[in-house]
């Protein structure tokens, strides 16, 4: 049921369904916490233009900041005792 609220939303402000121009300004920009705006960017632009890495390296770089801040994050909440 958590999956539902996190997908649901992740989805509608990912640029799949409805365009993010077409969202309220203060949605617009909620939309740049959403690792799958970057992601479904990469995806159409390398499938529907046929466009390389160095046409999307900032959605890239915005994707590799979001993984390394959540590896970051969740590095700092594991605790285990090796003792």
């Known amino acids: 049921m958590s999956s539902f ?3 649901l939303p992740a989805m509608l402000l990912s640029d799949f369904s409805f365009p993010i121009r077409n969202m309220p300004v203060p949605v617009q920009y909620l939309t740049y916490l959403n690792p799958l705006r970057y992601f479904m960017k990469i995806v159409r632009n390398l ?16 994707l590799f900041v979001f993984g390394t801040a959540i590896l970051f994050l969740s590095a ?3 605790h285990k005792n090796l003792d």
């Not at 499938?47 to 915005?62: D, M, R, T």
């Open 5 to 7: 609220f996190f997908f």
């Open 47 to 62: 499938f529907l233009k046929g466009v390389g890495v160095e046409s999307l390296w900032p959605q890239i770089a915005a």
């Open 76 to 78: 700092l909440r594991f």
